[in-house]
């Protein structure tokens, strides 16, 4: 018999953390890659302390920012408390990127040559929670008539593999372009940061896990937001950029 492959201990506590439960808008903040905290037992995954800070193993800011729009909305977030170098929680455990070996320019000998075993014991202590618990959400939400509006919260880096992103703040959206064209049309109409439809990520690089999973699925209105990370740098950054989203989306809602 196969030893079983223990992911999380008493220690690490759970992997999923809301708050705002009763948040009365119908708003749904969730933020996948919120956290750079590894499990206990992974220790350092073989990377040194500067690739465990880098992007490659959260986003950083983008917590900050959730939480100051579920403020400001008062709006239920939903967020993985570890790293997605553990688990990618918007990739689905078929692909590739859901336990990277590689990330940009760093190899992840942590996650090198995994078994079945382990990716499986990574899925159903990780990936599996977390959308139980959206997927919970949205149930009771339903069942005592509160709408429901998927955004999804991340960052990205100034520069990916030596080229500078001029993009400032991405809307991204698949199939169901609904709330992003309303708030991309808010954008455009008072111009403060360079916004674009699907940047620096779009469907095609598979971003849009979680928005089909509850989103598109259950035909709720849904979007992704990614702001690049030098904008939230910093807590004077965050609160700029805070308002600044808060806006888009509370007047798109109510268009």
Not at 122 to 142: E, Q, S
Not at 191 to 204: D, F, I, L
Not at 226 to 251: F, K, P, S
């Amino acid at each position: 018999m196969l030893a079983q492959v223990t992911v999380l201990n008493e220690v690490d506590g759970e992997c999923v953390a809301v708050e705002r439960p009763n948040g009365a808008s119908p708003v749904l903040i969730i933020c996948e890659h919120a956290s750079r905290q590894l499990p206990a037992r992974f220790d350092h995954l073989g990377l040194t302390e500067e690739a465990l800070n880098s992007h490659i193993a959260w986003d950083p800011g983008a917590l900050a920012v959730a939480r100051g729009l579920s403020e400001a909305l008062d709006a239920t977030l939903v967020y993985q408390r570890f790293s997605r170098l553990v688990y990618d929680c918007n990739r689905p455990p078929e692909a590739a990127g859901a336990m990277p070996e590689r990330s940009e320019v760093y190899d992840i000998p942590g996650n090198a040559g995994l078994s079945d075993e382990e990716k499986k014991a990574r899925t159903d202590a990780l990936y599996v929670p977390f959308h139980a618990a959206i997927r919970a959400l949205i149930r009771d939400r339903k069942a005592v008539g509160q709408d429901t509006v998927i955004v999804t919260v991340h960052s990205f880096t100034p520069v990916y593999h030596g080229k500078t992103r001029a993009v400032e703040i991405g809307i991204l959206h698949d199939d169901d372009s609904r709330l992003a064209d309303g708030m991309l049309a808010v954008a455009n109409a008072a111009p403060q940061y360079k916004v674009e439809r699907n940047e620096p990520y779009g469907p095609a690089d598979g971003v849009t896990h979680t928005l089909i999973l509850h989103g598109v699925a259950n035909g709720l209105r849904n979007v992704m937001i990614e702001v690049r990370n030098d904008l939230i740098a910093d807590q004077a950054g965050q609160g700029v950029v805070t308002g600044y989203l808060t806006r888009l989306l509370q007047q798109s809602l109510d268009a």
